[in-house]
């Protein structure tokens, strides 16, 4: 009679596999130096729902100067985070001097 050999399944819920992580972000490798039109697909969906909500919620304020300034503010101040935040990711990228 033959031994059946037994193989244990590891089972993660919590991180997927690598090549299943490839799949969810679409890249080949592990640098950032690879640059997929894919990537851009979410900052577009984002930049029309907050055109969306933002020429919505214009159409319900009473003062619509003050409004527009406070909002155009707040994109300043975003613009200068996200600038600030991708010069300190400089240094992962490969090729950069």
Do not use: C, H
Request: hydrophobic share 55%; aromatic share 14%; glycine share 2%.
């Amino acid at each position: 009679m033959r031994k059946r050999i037994r193989k244990e399944r590891k089972f993660s819920n919590s991180f997927p596999t690598p090549p299943q992580y490839k799949m969810l972000f679409l890249v080949e490798n592990r640098t950032m130096n690879t640059l997929k039109p894919i990537i851009l697909l979410f900052p577009i969906i984002a930049l029309i729902l907050v055109s969306l909500l933002f020429a919505f919620s214009l159409k319900k304020v009473a003062n619509k100067k003050a409004f527009k300034r406070f909002v155009l503010m707040i994109m300043g101040f975003a613009f200068v985070l996200n600038l600030v935040w991708e010069l300190a990711q400089m240094p992962l990228y490969d090729n950069t001097s």
